[in-house]
């Protein structure tokens, strides 16, 4: 069964230092999104993009943040510098189609910033 | 955003039991709603989906009823068996013309054998 994939599982970076969270989506789908869940909270959107352009954002994604499809398999989220409260667990969906379809998550990427 | 970590709400059942978890959703123009499953360290499992213009659906041992007029979504889980134990989130979306899952607090459902 395809699977979206993200890479690493855990990643520990100091207060300040830039991070690049990895995810390969699954390869027919065309739309993408990042999501974070801070420890024991509820999934929280940050972004979706289509087309090679970001397509909707959260009060959460800000100049701090960005995304990017650097190739025809990969989707980055880049972090450019980490604060403490950007600790958290951020998934990569994806999906086929824009709306009414499920988004396939990822299994996550543990984010510890210290 | 608001805390659940310590808070999130928790149904116990036995093994064989039916279980029911209640979401309330907040915008009452979202028109597709979803429920995820997420196991401990693990992201969110798709279980079942309803569109807003359907009251029921079944699924495999699951059916997600859903109730416009107070905005409410459950989830009906059959003959609950200990795998599925895990936090159980509905998760709505608005026609924004983009897939933007918004999703509730959670709900940890804990079978015992």
């Known amino acids: 069964e395809p699977e979206v994939t993200q890479t690493p599982s855990h990643q520990v970076t100091q207060m300040g230092q830039e991070v690049i969270l990895r995810c390969v989506p699954i390869s027919n789908h065309l739309y993408f999104y990042w999501y974070r869940q801070i420890l024991g909270q509820k999934v929280e959107f940050l972004v979706s993009?289509?087309?090679?352009?970001?397509?909707?954002k959260s009060e959460i994604f800000d100049d701090q943040f960005s995304v990017e499809r650097p190739d025809g398999s990969n989707f980055t989220l880049k972090i450019r510098s980490t604060k403490l409260e950007d600790s958290a667990m951020y998934f990569c969906?994806?999906?086929?189609?824009?709306?009414?379809?499920?988004?396939?998550f990822g299994q996550g990427t543990r984010l510890t910033v210290v | 955003g608001e805390s659940v970590g310590l808070h999130l709400p928790t149904l116990s059942v036995q093994e064989g039991d039916n279980s029911i978890i209640n979401c309330a959703y907040s915008n009452s123009a979202s028109d597709y709603f979803i429920w995820y499953k997420q196991e401990s360290g693990k992201g969110p499992q798709f279980i079942i989906d309803?569109?807003?213009?359907?009251d029921k659906r079944q699924g495999q041992r699951v059916t997600v009823l859903l109730n416009k007029t107070v905005k409410h979504l459950s989830l009906q889980i059959a003959a609950t068996q200990p795998g599925d134990s895990a936090v159980y989130f509905c998760a709505e979306i608005y026609d924004t013309g983009f897939q933007k899952l918004v999703f509730g607090t959670g709900t940890r459902l804990l079978v015992s054998p």
């Open positions: 969906a994806s999906s086929r189609t824009g709306v009414d379809t499920e988004a396939f």
């Open positions: 993009f289509y087309n090679n352009e970001i397509s909707e």
């Open positions: 309803i569109r807003s213009n359907m």
